[in-house]
């Protein structure tokens, strides 16, 4: 109320600030510490007086006061809430990893499923193990994930064997980790993006991403197309001129975009530069959770086409409707066309005789 943004108490995100949720639970000891800090914090703006109160009658101000003591004692509540969704969430991971196994036996045919017997897998020798192009066909049936996923990416893509995820604690974050067979196009058999968040007025907020720089073999980089253009006629030299530039990739993933070091004053940057940037940082991010959020957990859902949103099945449709509608519009103007030639060709005719 007073403008002071420094009174401002957001616990929403508390759980970012907290152990990792790959460990089993947080300690007693662990446990009694943050809330402590947090209740000390929350008394410590308690003890603030806002200016807004002086500007009460007696009586409202009574109120105010019962009002905030109610909401001292929520953000209490509030505190041990986001202690113990930190230790849920580390039980659940837990949990979580031997399905997360067996998913990955599965799809990379470690494993065979119950009927599927070795009688049928003999009968077709080039059959293939496992689920071909399973993270691949995930990826690209979320919308998100879709527009970042280029046809020459397809072919690299299908080498992806599991997708994993993990929070990190100094700095804060989280990292995706990305496992591939051997390929013929890089020679990295993990990929990794870690974000890393600082505390920005309670709030987290992405400070950098970093990826791993891709081994690309000779000729198979992803990110970047050759260009040729023939000589100039007349020219001595008769080679064709290539020259290399970026070009749109999944893989770009991996080279985030990062604003200058604060300390460079040679890297400053104007203000669109900047704004541009920002939302880049913002849409990488967007991919990041994306994966981390929907993909990896209900990674055979978006497999299947399970996990669509019924709207975006819809927009799908009416895409197809329109396209029919536009193919029957063509139809009927290239029958009429076809008419008009006809009954042109046939007066041309006429003519001649």
């Known amino acids: 109320m007073n403008g002071d943004k420094d009174s401002n108490l957001n616990l929403s995100d508390l759980s970012s600030a907290l152990p990792s949720a790959s460990r089993t639970a947080l300690s007693a000891r662990d446990r009694a510490g943050v809330v402590e800090a947090i209740k000390s914090k929350v008394e410590g703006l308690a003890e603030q007086h806002p200016v807004m109160l002086d500007s009460l009658a007696p009586k409202v101000r009574k109120r105010v006061e019962a009002l905030r003591a109610i909401q001292s004692q929520y953000d209490d509540l509030e505190a041990n809430f986001f202690v113990e969704k930190a230790a849920l969430e580390a039980k659940y991971q837990k949990l979580y990893e ?10 990379n045919g470690a494993v065979e499923v119950e009927g599927v017997t070795d ?7 080039t059959e293939e193990k496992g689920v071909p192009d399973f993270w691949l066909t995930a990826m ?3 919308e998100v994930l879709a527009e970042e996923i280029q046809e020459r990416d397809a072919g690299a893509l299908k080498f992806l064997k599991d997708i994993k995820w993990c929070r990190t604690d100094n700095p804060k974050g989280f990292k995706l980790d990305f496992f591939f067979d051997v390929n013929p196009y890089f020679k990295n058999s993990v990929l990794t993006k870690t974000y890393q968040m600082i505390d920005d007025d309670d709030e987290p907020v992405l400070e950098k991403a970093i990826g791993t720089e891709i081994e690309w073999y000779p000729g198979k980089c992803l990110t970047q197309k050759v260009l040729k253009k023939k000589p100039r006629k007349g020219s001595k030299n008769t080679k064709p001129i290539t020259r290399t530039e970026n070009c749109e990739s999944f893989f770009n993933f991996f080279s985030p975009p990062q604003f200058p070091d604060d300390d460079d004053d040679d890297d400053e940057i104007d203000e669109d530069t900047a704004e541009h940037l920002q939302n880049q940082l913002e849409q990488d991010y967007d991919i990041g959770t994306t994966i981390r959020d929907k993909i990896i957990p209900h990674a055979v859902s978006w497999f299947t086409g399970e996990a669509v949103p019924e709207d975006d099945y819809e927009d799908m449709e009416e895409d197809d409707d329109d396209e029919d509608g536009a193919n029957d519009e063509d139809d009927k103007e290239k029958g009429e066309n076809d008419a008009d030639d006809d009954e042109k060709e046939g007066k041309t005719r006429k003519k001649i005789h």
Request: glycine letters at 0%.
């Open 140 to 142: 690209r049936t979320n």
């Open 119 to 125: 009688e049928a897998l003999t009968t077709d020798a």
């Open 98 to 107: 031997p399905l997360y196994i067996k998913r990955y036996e599965i799809v």
